[in-house]
Protein backbone atom coordinates (compact mmCIF):
# COMPACT_ATOMS: atom_id res chain seq x y z
CA UNK A 1 0.00 0.00 0.00
CA UNK A 2 1.57 3.42 -1.19
CA UNK A 3 -0.65 5.02 1.78
CA UNK A 4 2.17 5.42 4.38
CA UNK A 5 -0.46 6.40 6.95
CA UNK A 6 -0.94 2.56 7.40
CA UNK A 7 1.65 0.88 5.71
CA UNK A 8 3.49 -2.21 7.53
CA UNK A 9 6.94 -2.45 6.28
CA UNK A 10 9.20 -4.69 7.49
CA UNK A 11 12.81 -2.92 5.77
CA UNK A 12 12.54 -0.06 8.84
CA UNK A 13 17.05 -0.42 8.26
CA UNK A 14 17.29 1.40 5.14
CA UNK A 15 15.06 4.13 3.22
CA UNK A 16 12.48 2.46 0.80
CA UNK A 17 12.36 3.53 -2.94
CA UNK A 18 11.06 6.68 -3.54
CA UNK A 19 10.50 7.19 0.11
CA UNK A 20 9.22 10.89 1.18
CA UNK A 21 10.65 11.95 4.32
CA UNK A 22 8.46 14.89 4.64
CA UNK A 23 5.33 12.52 4.22
CA UNK A 24 6.94 10.18 6.57
CA UNK A 25 7.39 13.02 9.47
CA UNK A 26 3.74 13.62 9.06
CA UNK A 27 2.70 9.90 9.05
CA UNK A 28 5.12 9.59 12.57
CA UNK A 29 3.45 13.49 14.10
CA UNK A 30 -0.33 11.92 12.95
CA UNK A 31 0.03 8.84 14.83
CA UNK A 32 1.70 10.50 18.04
CA UNK A 33 -1.32 12.61 18.33
CA UNK A 34 -3.89 9.78 17.90
CA UNK A 35 -1.92 7.99 20.86
CA UNK A 36 -1.90 11.18 22.67
CA UNK A 37 -5.32 11.79 22.42
CA UNK A 38 -6.05 9.09 23.58
CA UNK A 39 -4.43 10.31 26.88
CA UNK A 40 -5.77 13.70 26.86
CA UNK A 41 -2.41 14.66 26.68
CA UNK A 42 -1.98 17.76 24.40
CA UNK A 43 1.77 17.62 23.99
CA UNK A 44 1.02 18.70 20.44
CA UNK A 45 -1.73 21.39 20.46
CA UNK A 46 0.94 24.00 20.57
CA UNK A 47 -0.78 25.22 23.42
CA UNK A 48 -4.38 24.37 22.61
CA UNK A 49 -4.08 26.43 19.27
CA UNK A 50 -4.90 23.13 16.98
CA UNK A 51 -6.87 20.46 19.42
CA UNK A 52 -6.02 16.71 17.89
CA UNK A 53 -9.61 16.07 17.37
CA UNK A 54 -10.37 18.73 14.62
CA UNK A 55 -8.09 17.74 12.14
CA UNK A 56 -5.47 14.43 13.17
CA UNK A 57 -8.01 11.64 12.13
CA UNK A 58 -8.69 13.69 8.24
CA UNK A 59 -4.79 14.42 8.45
CA UNK A 60 -4.36 10.37 8.31
CA UNK A 61 -6.98 10.44 5.14
CA UNK A 62 -4.49 13.47 3.59
CA UNK A 63 -1.55 11.43 3.45
CA UNK A 64 -3.62 8.39 2.24
CA UNK A 65 -5.40 10.59 -0.52
CA UNK A 66 -1.80 11.87 -1.25
CA UNK A 67 0.17 8.75 -2.20
CA UNK A 68 -2.90 7.41 -4.34
CA UNK A 69 -2.22 6.67 -7.43
CA UNK A 70 -4.37 7.24 -10.85
CA UNK A 71 -2.77 4.50 -12.65
CA UNK A 72 -4.66 1.97 -10.53
CA UNK A 73 -7.74 2.47 -11.97
CA UNK A 74 -5.81 0.41 -15.12
CA UNK A 75 -6.45 -2.88 -13.16
CA UNK A 76 -9.08 -2.12 -10.34
CA UNK A 77 -8.81 -5.67 -9.14
CA UNK A 78 -5.66 -5.55 -8.63
CA UNK A 79 -5.83 -3.09 -6.57
CA UNK A 80 -8.63 -4.15 -4.35
CA UNK A 81 -6.54 -7.25 -3.69
CA UNK A 82 -3.41 -5.43 -2.45
CA UNK A 83 -5.70 -3.02 -0.30
CA UNK A 84 -7.62 -5.85 0.94
CA UNK A 85 -4.43 -7.36 1.73
CA UNK A 86 -2.46 -4.92 3.56
CA UNK A 87 -5.68 -3.02 5.22
CA UNK A 88 -7.96 -6.17 6.13
CA UNK A 89 -6.15 -9.35 6.38
CA UNK A 90 -4.13 -7.95 9.53
CA UNK A 91 -6.91 -6.08 10.80
CA UNK A 92 -9.21 -8.99 10.78
CA UNK A 93 -6.34 -11.46 12.39
CA UNK A 94 -5.82 -9.04 15.49
CA UNK A 95 -9.79 -8.45 15.77
CA UNK A 96 -9.86 -12.09 16.68
CA UNK A 97 -7.18 -11.94 18.53
CA UNK A 98 -8.30 -9.00 20.52
CA UNK A 99 -12.15 -10.50 20.62
CA UNK A 100 -10.02 -13.78 22.40
CA UNK A 101 -8.24 -11.30 24.79
CA UNK A 102 -11.83 -9.37 25.75
CA UNK A 103 -13.49 -12.65 26.52
CA UNK A 104 -10.17 -13.97 28.45
CA UNK A 105 -10.43 -11.15 30.47
CA UNK A 106 -14.22 -11.10 31.28
CA UNK A 107 -14.18 -15.08 31.45
CA UNK A 108 -11.34 -14.31 34.23
CA UNK A 109 -11.50 -11.26 35.98
CA UNK A 110 -13.53 -9.16 36.75
CA UNK A 111 -13.45 -6.87 33.30
CA UNK A 112 -16.52 -5.76 31.44
CA UNK A 113 -15.28 -4.65 28.72
CA UNK A 114 -16.07 -5.61 24.88
CA UNK A 115 -18.75 -7.85 23.74
CA UNK A 116 -19.20 -11.78 22.93
CA UNK A 117 -17.37 -13.22 20.00
CA UNK A 118 -20.00 -13.55 17.48
CA UNK A 119 -20.16 -13.40 13.57
CA UNK A 120 -21.57 -9.94 13.67
CA UNK A 121 -18.70 -8.62 16.25
CA UNK A 122 -15.78 -10.65 14.34
CA UNK A 123 -17.13 -9.26 10.55
CA UNK A 124 -19.66 -6.58 10.72
CA UNK A 125 -19.40 -4.57 13.86
CA UNK A 126 -15.87 -3.64 12.45
CA UNK A 127 -17.46 -1.76 9.68
CA UNK A 128 -20.44 -0.33 11.60
CA UNK A 129 -18.46 1.27 14.92
CA UNK A 130 -14.75 -0.71 15.36
CA UNK A 131 -15.20 -0.52 18.74
CA UNK A 132 -16.45 -4.61 19.46
CA UNK A 133 -13.60 -5.41 21.75
CA UNK A 134 -12.66 -2.32 22.80
CA UNK A 135 -8.71 -3.05 23.42
CA UNK A 136 -8.10 -2.32 19.79
CA UNK A 137 -11.12 0.43 19.24
CA UNK A 138 -8.26 2.87 17.40
CA UNK A 139 -8.50 0.60 14.44
CA UNK A 140 -11.98 1.85 13.99
CA UNK A 141 -10.02 3.84 10.71
CA UNK A 142 -8.77 0.73 8.75
CA UNK A 143 -12.00 -0.41 7.45
CA UNK A 144 -13.11 3.13 6.94
CA UNK A 145 -9.70 3.77 4.97
CA UNK A 146 -10.34 0.51 3.26
CA UNK A 147 -14.04 1.67 1.83
CA UNK A 148 -12.89 5.26 1.47
CA UNK A 149 -10.15 4.09 -1.13
CA UNK A 150 -12.21 1.54 -3.28
CA UNK A 151 -15.25 4.17 -3.05
CA UNK A 152 -12.37 6.39 -4.49
CA UNK A 153 -11.52 4.29 -7.24
CA UNK A 154 -14.62 3.05 -8.82
CA UNK A 155 -15.98 7.16 -8.66
CA UNK A 156 -12.80 8.46 -10.58
CA UNK A 157 -13.15 5.25 -12.87
CA UNK A 158 -16.84 6.51 -13.00
CA UNK A 159 -15.29 10.20 -13.79
CA UNK A 160 -12.78 9.05 -16.50
CA UNK A 161 -15.24 7.39 -18.20
CA UNK A 162 -17.80 10.26 -18.66
CA UNK A 163 -14.81 12.84 -18.85
CA UNK A 164 -14.78 14.67 -15.98
CA UNK A 165 -12.19 12.96 -13.68
CA UNK A 166 -11.03 16.75 -12.54
CA UNK A 167 -9.41 17.27 -9.27
CA UNK A 168 -11.27 20.79 -8.56
CA UNK A 169 -14.47 18.73 -9.33
CA UNK A 170 -13.90 16.08 -7.02
CA UNK A 171 -13.10 17.90 -4.34
CA UNK A 172 -16.30 20.27 -4.77
CA UNK A 173 -18.30 17.68 -4.71
CA UNK A 174 -17.06 15.41 -1.90
CA UNK A 175 -16.73 18.67 0.70
CA UNK A 176 -20.35 19.50 -0.32
CA UNK A 177 -21.27 15.88 0.53
CA UNK A 178 -19.61 16.11 3.84
CA UNK A 179 -20.47 19.57 4.58
CA UNK A 180 -24.19 18.04 4.18
CA UNK A 181 -23.34 15.12 6.36
CA UNK A 182 -22.25 17.56 9.04
CA UNK A 183 -25.28 19.47 9.07
CA UNK A 184 -27.27 16.23 9.04
CA UNK A 185 -25.46 15.41 12.44
CA UNK A 186 -25.90 19.26 13.44
CA UNK A 187 -29.66 18.94 13.04
CA UNK A 188 -29.59 15.66 14.73
CA UNK A 189 -30.11 12.91 11.90
CA UNK A 190 -27.06 11.00 11.76
CA UNK A 191 -27.48 8.29 14.51
CA UNK A 192 -27.37 4.65 15.01
CA UNK A 193 -26.30 2.77 11.87
CA UNK A 194 -26.32 6.13 9.71
CA UNK A 195 -22.72 6.54 11.48
CA UNK A 196 -21.09 4.54 9.61
CA UNK A 197 -21.70 6.01 6.54
CA UNK A 198 -21.35 9.89 8.30
CA UNK A 199 -18.05 9.38 9.49
CA UNK A 200 -16.84 7.90 5.69
CA UNK A 201 -18.94 10.68 3.77
CA UNK A 202 -17.60 13.14 6.26
CA UNK A 203 -13.75 11.65 5.95
CA UNK A 204 -14.06 11.17 1.92
CA UNK A 205 -13.50 14.79 1.28
CA UNK A 206 -10.03 15.00 3.32
CA UNK A 207 -8.69 11.86 1.28
CA UNK A 208 -9.66 14.33 -1.84
CA UNK A 209 -7.21 16.81 -0.04
CA UNK A 210 -4.37 14.77 -0.18
CA UNK A 211 -4.99 14.20 -4.05
CA UNK A 212 -5.72 17.89 -5.19
CA UNK A 213 -2.71 19.05 -2.80
CA UNK A 214 -0.60 16.42 -4.90
CA UNK A 215 -1.93 16.98 -7.85
CA UNK A 216 -2.50 21.41 -7.97
CA UNK A 217 -0.80 22.78 -4.90
CA UNK A 218 2.46 20.91 -4.08
CA UNK A 219 3.99 23.15 -7.36
CA UNK A 220 2.77 26.12 -5.61
CA UNK A 221 3.55 26.02 -1.81
CA UNK A 222 7.09 27.63 -2.24
CA UNK A 223 6.19 30.28 0.40
CA UNK A 224 8.46 31.34 3.36
CA UNK A 225 8.43 29.55 6.59
CA UNK A 226 7.80 32.96 8.47
CA UNK A 227 4.38 34.41 6.43
CA UNK A 228 3.37 30.74 6.18
CA UNK A 229 3.33 30.40 9.60
CA UNK A 230 1.90 33.70 10.07
CA UNK A 231 -1.43 33.06 8.02
CA UNK A 232 -1.67 29.99 9.11
CA UNK A 233 -1.05 30.72 12.97
CA UNK A 234 -3.28 33.64 12.94
CA UNK A 235 -6.04 32.07 11.22
CA UNK A 236 -6.57 28.95 13.62
CA UNK A 237 -6.06 32.62 16.05
CA UNK A 238 -9.15 33.58 15.09
CA UNK A 239 -10.89 30.29 15.06
CA UNK A 240 -9.83 29.51 18.64
CA UNK A 241 -11.11 32.84 19.64
CA UNK A 242 -14.52 33.03 17.59
CA UNK A 243 -15.47 29.23 17.77
CA UNK A 244 -17.58 27.39 20.24
CA UNK A 245 -14.88 24.95 20.26
CA UNK A 246 -12.93 23.48 17.62
CA UNK A 247 -12.65 20.05 18.72
CA UNK A 248 -15.61 17.27 17.15
CA UNK A 249 -15.46 13.23 16.60
CA UNK A 250 -14.80 11.80 13.19
CA UNK A 251 -15.94 8.35 14.53
CA UNK A 252 -19.27 9.13 15.94
CA UNK A 253 -19.73 11.91 13.44
CA UNK A 254 -20.92 14.03 16.23
CA UNK A 255 -19.90 17.25 18.41
CA UNK A 256 -19.80 19.86 15.30
CA UNK A 257 -20.61 23.01 17.50
CA UNK A 258 -19.56 25.84 14.44
CA UNK A 259 -21.77 24.63 11.53
CA UNK A 260 -21.13 22.76 8.32
CA UNK A 261 -18.21 25.05 7.05
CA UNK A 262 -15.19 25.10 10.27
CA UNK A 263 -14.55 21.20 10.91
CA UNK A 264 -13.21 21.82 6.90
CA UNK A 265 -11.46 24.60 7.74
CA UNK A 266 -9.67 23.29 11.19
CA UNK A 267 -8.64 20.07 9.09
CA UNK A 268 -6.92 22.58 6.18
CA UNK A 269 -5.20 24.52 8.75
CA UNK A 270 -4.02 21.42 10.99
CA UNK A 271 -3.14 20.09 8.05
CA UNK A 272 -1.34 23.11 6.55
CA UNK A 273 0.85 23.57 9.62
CA UNK A 274 2.01 20.05 10.27
CA UNK A 275 2.69 19.63 6.90
CA UNK A 276 5.01 22.93 6.84
CA UNK A 277 6.65 21.71 10.09
CA UNK A 278 7.22 18.29 8.42
CA UNK A 279 8.43 19.79 5.49
CA UNK A 280 11.14 21.87 7.71
CA UNK A 281 11.99 18.97 9.21
CA UNK A 282 12.83 16.31 7.08
CA UNK A 283 16.12 17.93 6.08
CA UNK A 284 17.02 17.33 9.93
CA UNK A 285 15.40 13.90 10.63
CA UNK A 286 13.77 12.47 7.67
CA UNK A 287 16.35 10.05 7.63
CA UNK A 288 16.47 9.02 10.78
CA UNK A 289 16.13 5.40 11.73
CA UNK A 290 13.60 5.74 14.53
CA UNK A 291 11.40 8.67 12.70
CA UNK A 292 11.09 6.39 9.45
CA UNK A 293 10.38 3.24 11.45
CA UNK A 294 7.73 5.11 13.26
CA UNK A 295 6.24 6.45 10.32
CA UNK A 296 6.09 3.24 7.83
CA UNK A 297 4.51 1.13 10.70
CA UNK A 298 1.47 3.68 12.11
CA UNK A 299 -0.93 0.37 11.38
CA UNK A 300 1.17 -1.63 14.37
CA UNK A 301 0.46 2.01 16.96
CA UNK A 302 -3.09 2.47 16.05
CA UNK A 303 -3.99 -1.11 16.34
CA UNK A 304 -2.17 -2.10 19.75
CA UNK A 305 -1.47 1.26 21.85
CA UNK A 306 -4.54 1.49 23.78
CA UNK A 307 -3.81 -2.28 24.55
CA UNK A 308 -0.42 -1.24 25.93
CA UNK A 309 -2.18 1.45 28.10
CA UNK A 310 -4.10 -1.43 29.55
CA UNK A 311 -0.87 -3.19 30.17
CA UNK A 312 0.27 -0.60 32.37
CA UNK A 313 -2.63 0.14 33.87
CA UNK A 314 -2.32 -3.62 35.15
CA UNK A 315 0.41 -3.40 36.29
CA UNK A 316 -0.41 -0.33 38.54
CA UNK A 317 -3.26 -2.70 39.60
CA UNK A 318 -0.91 -4.85 40.78
CA UNK A 319 1.61 -2.56 42.19
CA UNK A 320 -2.04 -0.65 44.29
CA UNK A 321 -3.23 -4.52 44.98
CA UNK A 322 -0.17 -6.25 46.42
CA UNK A 323 1.81 -3.71 48.08
CA UNK A 324 -0.87 -0.58 49.09
CA UNK A 325 0.71 1.87 47.74
CA UNK A 326 -1.08 3.90 44.64
CA UNK A 327 -4.28 4.17 47.19
CA UNK A 328 -5.87 6.12 44.77
CA UNK A 329 -6.19 3.65 41.78
CA UNK A 330 -9.81 3.18 41.27
CA UNK A 331 -10.19 -0.57 40.63
CA UNK A 332 -13.99 -0.21 39.19
CA UNK A 333 -13.57 2.71 36.61
CA UNK A 334 -10.29 -0.01 35.87
CA UNK A 335 -12.07 -2.77 35.44
CA UNK A 336 -15.02 -1.04 32.92
CA UNK A 337 -13.68 2.02 31.32
CA UNK A 338 -11.38 1.32 28.70
CA UNK A 339 -10.18 5.50 28.86
CA UNK A 340 -9.43 5.46 32.72
CA UNK A 341 -6.03 6.69 32.34
CA UNK A 342 -4.85 6.38 35.75
CA UNK A 343 -1.39 9.17 36.85
CA UNK A 344 1.09 8.48 39.39
CA UNK A 345 0.38 10.89 41.74
CA UNK A 346 -1.74 12.88 39.87
CA UNK A 347 1.14 13.81 37.52
CA UNK A 348 0.41 14.81 33.67
CA UNK A 349 3.84 13.98 33.08
CA UNK A 350 3.27 10.37 33.76
CA UNK A 351 0.54 10.69 30.62
CA UNK A 352 4.87 10.70 28.56
CA UNK A 353 5.06 6.66 30.02
CA UNK A 354 1.71 5.71 28.62
CA UNK A 355 2.68 7.63 25.59
CA UNK A 356 6.35 6.27 24.75
CA UNK A 357 5.21 2.40 25.75
CA UNK A 358 2.07 2.56 23.40
CA UNK A 359 4.29 4.09 20.70
CA UNK A 360 7.81 2.23 21.42
CA UNK A 361 6.03 -1.56 22.14
CA UNK A 362 4.08 -1.92 19.10
CA UNK A 363 7.19 -1.43 17.32
CA UNK A 364 8.66 -3.92 18.85
CA UNK A 365 5.78 -6.34 18.19
CA UNK A 366 5.96 -5.33 14.96
CA UNK A 367 9.61 -5.89 14.66
CA UNK A 368 9.49 -9.30 16.39
CA UNK A 369 6.73 -10.30 13.45
CA UNK A 370 8.64 -9.30 10.77
CA UNK A 371 12.09 -11.38 12.11
CA UNK A 372 9.50 -14.18 12.44
CA UNK A 373 7.90 -14.21 9.78
CA UNK A 374 11.71 -13.70 7.73
CA UNK A 375 12.63 -16.75 9.68
CA UNK A 376 9.25 -18.74 8.67
CA UNK A 377 9.95 -18.35 5.23
CA UNK A 378 13.74 -19.29 5.11
CA UNK A 379 12.74 -22.46 6.92
CA UNK A 380 10.23 -23.03 4.40
CA UNK A 381 12.58 -22.54 1.73
CA UNK A 382 14.57 -25.07 2.97
CA UNK A 383 12.02 -27.35 3.59
CA UNK A 384 11.33 -27.18 -0.43
CA UNK A 385 14.71 -27.45 -1.43
CA UNK A 386 15.19 -30.42 0.58
CA UNK A 387 11.59 -31.73 -0.73
CA UNK A 388 13.21 -31.19 -4.58
CA UNK A 389 16.45 -32.67 -3.94
CA UNK A 390 14.96 -35.76 -2.37
Given amino acids: MPDMSCETDTKINTLPKGYNAAFG ?90 EPITVKTLFLDPFLHGYQYLYHFAAWFVPVLFVIEVMNLFMRMVLRAVHLEDERLILAGTLAVGMTVVWLSITGHVWGLYKMPGRILFLYPCFQMGQFYRCKLEAHDRLGNLPYFAIVLGIQVLLNLCCNGLAYSSVWCTAFANGPVIPYVTVVTGIAFWLRVAKVLAPVCGGNRAVVCLGQNTFSVMMHHIMVFMLIKMMLAGIAGRTGYLADFDFERFYTDIDYCYLVKGSEAFKMVYLAAGIVLPLMLQRGLAVLRMRAGRLLHRLGRNVDLF
Fill in 25 to 114: ILSALAIVMVAAGHLGYNILTVGDLFPYYSFHVPLFMFISGYFYKKEEQQRPYFYIKKKACRLLVPYFIWNVIYGLIAWGLRAGGNFTLG
